[in-house]
């Protein structure tokens, strides 16, 4: 069965980012607590590591991005289902989505598919790792390069990145999108992104992983995300 996570990007109104991670929350909490949604139960027990807003070096802001960990394909046909039915969820969903238009604006959502050294929620919570930056990144590639890049990215960058201590949050390549792909690093503070930023022409092998890419990628984008105050990444103080 393959694992699936839920990308949304969403944009939101000006100030009201953690209200809207907030409420998105509080709709899960109270799905869970009336049980009316199949399997909400398993999810709510899992850490809370899904939501970020943008910072202002991230072209359009202010965003939030939400990346849950839905499952599988079946299990998130069957929420759609059940968000889509009429009834329940749905009148739910419907009353949720109507409170929060004061909130956002606009957002599109897809879907994506982990590699497999991409660490599990559960794993990062009980390392302890914390965050106060990360470093969210669509790449895309010629077609057919999907996984070679993949390969590149593990077997050559994820030492490197150690290295200056960046950790790796998620790496994916996108369903129904077969060129693209989205890698989340975080780092503890922000001096540990510089660092390794402009180290590009000082060490070998940085200066070897950008150029690999550069010659490699057809486009990329980047937004610089903090974690919301309810992710259990997010650093205090």
Sequence with gaps: MTTIHLHEVMDIAPGLEEPYMASVLSLEDDQVSRN?????????KRPSTS?????DVSGRWPK???????????????????Q????????????W?????SLRTHGYDRLLIPSSFTPSRAELVEQGLKGRVFLHEFVRVPWGE????????????????????????????IAMDPREILTVFFMREWV????????????????????????????????VLMP???NDLFVWG
Excluded: C
């Design 97 to 101: 989505w109507q409170r929060n238009t």
């Design 192 to 223: 540990h992104m510089a660092n390794l930023l402009g180290a590009r022409e000082s060490d070998a092998d940085v200066k070897r992983w950008f150029d690999f890419r550069e010659q490699t990628i057809d486009e990329s984008e980047e937004m």
């Design 228 to 230: 919301g105050h309810n």
């Design 84 to 95: 889509f039915s009429g009834a329940g969820l749905a009148a739910d969903m419907e009353d």
């Design 64 to 82: 939030v991005v939400n990346l849950a960990d839905e499952g599988s394909f079946e299990t998130l046909m069957g929420s759609l289902r059940r």
């Design 146 to 173: 999907t996984q070679s890049y993949m390969s590149a990215l593990e077997r050559d960058f994820l030492p490197v990145a150690s290295r200056y201590q960046w950790m790796l949050f998620g790496a994916y390549t």
């Design 36 to 44: 009316i949604a199949e399997g909400l139960e398993e999810r709510w």
């Design 51 to 55: 939501r970020f807003r943008t910072t």
